[in-house]
């Protein structure tokens, strides 16, 4: 078999945003929910999953990227409230939201997805909507009991923080939770 990478790329989040976003973690174990709770560390904003790409490909897959970027300026953006997917009635995943220069994020993301549909990787159907995956429901949980949790952070949000690259990330899932590998990064031009 080929040497292969599970891959995605993604917007990095600064240190004290994912500080901020853990504060948030920590009040929601305290209901006791049945949630896989995403490591501070680990969190990104994802663009697009890749899935299993040989290894080889990555120079192309960075080329693609620096096509996607060109004319991209840094913006900001920051996080706010906590809801799930697909709703807070019969949550899966524990989410928070994006908002700030949306639609500079929304044009990078369909830039990206149209450079490498070129390669032959497909487009998501569903809309893309920024996120940034706080954990994973283990067991169905009450969705009352989690619309009362989430409704003390309606009003949650951070600072806005400057989207300035993104990167190819590779990840090697282990038992304590996947490892993620910066492979490649492009960086938006400053005009």
């Given amino acids: 078999m080929a040497d292969t990478n599970r891959s995605f790329i993604a917007i990095d989040i600064q240190d004290h945003i994912k500080r901020d976003i853990s504060k948030v973690q920590a009040g929601l174990k305290s209901y006791g929910f049945d949630i896989k709770w995403v490591r501070p560390e680990a969190m990104h904003l994802t663009l697009i999953f890749l899935g299993e790409i040989p290894a080889s490909s990555t120079g192309v897959i960075r080329e693609q990227m620096t096509h996607a970027a060109k004319g991209v300026r840094p913006f900001s953006i920051f ?103 910066e492979m490649a990064s492009i960086d938006f031009f400053r005009h």
């Avoid at 524990?94 to 149209?114: A, F, P």
């Avoid at 990787?121 to 429901?137: A, D, N, Q, Y």
């Fill in 79 to 181: 996080v706010k409230g906590v809801g799930a997917f697909p709703d807070a009635r019969r949550p899966r995943v524990v989410i928070t939201d994006i908002d700030g220069e949306k639609n500079e994020l929304k044009g990078l993301k369909n830039s990206l997805d149209g450079h490498l549909e070129i390669l032959g990787f497909p487009i998501e159907s569903r809309p893309f909507k920024g996120h940034l995956t706080l954990g994973r429901v283990i067991k169905k949980i009450d969705g009352r009991q989690f619309e009362h949790a989430i409704k003390g952070y309606s009003e949650f949000s951070t600072h806005p923080f400057e989207v300035s690259r993104m990167i190819l990330f590779k990840s090697d899932l282990k038992p304590s939770g996947p490892i993620y590998s």
